[in-house]
């Protein structure tokens, strides 16, 4: 029988709210400066439990002076959308001191974080909110999952887990990440090299005949083109009962640096069932502090809905033909093309950093907090992709719907000698706000919008 035990957390539950709710915050996005990931296990009673690790470094926190030590003090936020309604929520407080005042090492460490949901089947999104209570910014993070139905009737596996440090240990640290007698430290990132040498794997096998038998463990690594780079085992285990643990550890430094997939096969030998399960990591020889070859990265690890959805933000800055050009391309020619346009588009290419990226980030974030729903991010509304093109307009103009008309926004920018200004209009009462005018060189105009805000009115669109 599998086991797990909750880590103990030095800290309180909030209001469920707080984060989301918080106003002049400084918010921060794409690429998230924390690390993020999303295992899914064996629950009860026919659900899944999914597990999110969390990896946070403290350099997200301002440490203060309270007069006796020195501490820092933030919040939690971790949410669960299943099929577009709220399904789970996580919200807890992160509370640490010390009496000497960090210096830039203590900093640079990161903390591991864990959140647990049964969930059912269904195609869910996680979100994650971390906010530094002194400072007010707010991180964010959010993953698409399917979440599977993990049924003992069939020979199945966990996703696997990959971390920089498990050890079975039978005293448990109550402070510590312990999962069925193994101590852990996942590693959401999945990246590895000069500073997490040392690569190891968990995973839980399920539907095992449960006959004093044995099953067959068999690990393989691939190189990203489909090669195989090496193999592990097979190992022939002894079935503890219908339900195991497999762990694997090496060290990644004899690897190239480059995105690699860790295959888990498993055979029941006395039924012959077979399943496997892959995972992907990365290998870096160098940490590089130049935004291209960071950039690179952190597009090549996006899977390709990811990377789709990605281009289509990028996409709100382009022209049409730039957008078409990096549609027909392939993928790797879409990475390139990327990270060239973001490029050319940095004001200031003396610095580390690129500043238009930062700040279609913080635009992302902002149309995600200001405009999502239950059914879409705020991203893909047209207020949102307003928001990320154009920036805060000055002034808006809210008109609330009567028997007479409906609910319509009038956004102003001074963008000009004239300004420019942009017309939402909500008729389903949803909230769903949807562009009808505007008179920027590059938006779509209707003269007869004044009709449309008019409840009944035929005459409608004059482009």
């Given at each position: 029988m599998?086991i797990?035990h909750s880590p103990?957390?030095v800290?309180?539950?909030l209001?469920?709210l707080?984060v989301?709710?918080?106003l002049?915050?400084?918010i921060?996005?794409?690429?998230t400066?924390?690390d993020?990931?999303?295992?899914q296990f064996?629950g009860?009673k026919g659900n899944?439990?999914v597990?999110v ?11 203060i002076?309270?007069?006796e030590?020195?501490e ?12 577009g309604?709220?399904?789970a ?6 509370l640490?001191s010390?009496?000497?005042?960090p210096?830039?090492a ?10 647990r949901?049964m969930l ?8 994650a909110a971390?906010t530094?209570l002194?400072s007010?910014?707010?991180?964010m993070?959010t993953?698409n999952?399917?979440?599977r139905?993990i049924?003992?009737g069939?020979l199945a596996?966990?996703d696997?887990?990959v ?7 039978q005293l448990?640290?109550?402070n510590?990440i312990n999962r069925?007698g ?12 000069l500073g997490?040498?040392?690569l190891?794997?968990?995973s ?5 005949q449960d ?7 068999n690990y393989?690594?691939f ?13 022939v285990?002894k079935k503890p009962g219908?339900?195991s643990?497999e ?7 004899g690897l190239?640096a480059g995105r690699?997939r860790?295959r888990l096969e498993v055979?029941d030998?006395?039924?012959d069932?077979k399943?496997?399960?892959d ?19 952190i597009?090549?690890?996006?899977e390709?809905d990811e990377?789709?959805d990605?281009?289509?933000?990028v ?6 033909s ?5 549609v027909r391309?392939n993928?790797i020619?879409?990475?390139?093309q990327?990270?060239?346009?973001f490029e050319?588009r940095?004001?200031?290419r003396?610095t580390?950093e690129?500043?238009?990226?930062n700040?279609?980030?913080?635009r ?6 200001q ?10 509304t ?16 809210p008109y609330?719907a009567n028997?007479?008309r409906y609910s319509y926004?009038?956004w ?9 200004n942009?017309?939402?209009i ?5 909230g769903?706000?949807e562009q ?5 060189p ?9 009709d449309?805000?008019v409840?009944g009115?035929?005459n409608?669109?004059?482009?």
């Open positions: 599998l797990w103990m957390r800290f309180s539950i209001v469920c707080l989301y709710g918080l002049g915050q400084n921060t996005l794409l690429p400066p924390f993020m990931s999303v295992h064996r009860t899944t439990e597990v690790n969390l990896m946070i470094p403290k350099t997200l926190f301002q440490w002076d309270n007069g030590n020195y820092f003090e933030g919040v939690v936020d971790v949410r669960v959308f299943i099929n309604n709220s399904a929520q996580d919200v807890f407080r992160i640490e010390a009496i000497d005042r210096g830039p203590e900093r640079q460490i990161s903390m591991v974080q864990q959140s949901f059912t089947k269904g195609s869910a999104i996680f979100s971390i530094d002194v007010k910014h707010v991180h993070a993953k999952v399917i979440i139905t049924d003992d069939y596996t966990s696997l887990l971390c920089t440090f498990l050890k079975r240990e448990v640290d109550e510590s069925n193994y101590t852990m430290t996942p590693n959401p990132s999945g990246v590895f090299g997490r040498p040392m190891y794997v968990y839980e096998i399920y539907g095992l006959d004093d038998g044995t099953y067959t463990a393989i690594l190189e990203r083109s489909g090669k195989e780079v090496f193999q592990r085992g097979p190992f285990r219908e339900s643990v762990t694997l550890g090496f060290n990644v430094m190239l690699y860790l055979t030998d006395q039924s069932q399943t496997f399960i995972r992907e990591f990365f290998v870096v020889k160098e940490q590089s502090t130049d935004f291209n070859n960071n950039f690179t990265m597009l090549d690890a996006m390709n990377l789709r990605f281009m289509d933000i996409g709100y800055f382009m022209s049409a730039e957008f078409q050009t990096l391309a993928r020619d879409r990475i390139v990327i990270v060239d346009y050319k940095d004001p200031d003396s580390k690129n500043e238009f990226y700040q279609m980030n913080t992302l974030a902002l149309a995600d907090q405009f999502s729903n239950r059914n879409i991010f705020g991203r893909k047209d207020r949102g992709r307003v928001l990320i093109r154009y920036g805060r307009p000055i002034n808006i103009e609330p028997e007479d926004e009038i102003h920018y001074e963008d000009s000698d004239d300004g420019f942009f017309i939402f909500n008729k389903d009462d949803a769903m706000f009808i005018h505007s008179n920027h590059d938006e779509f105009r209707n003269y007869h919008w004044k449309m805000v409840r009115s035929t409608l669109i004059d482009f």
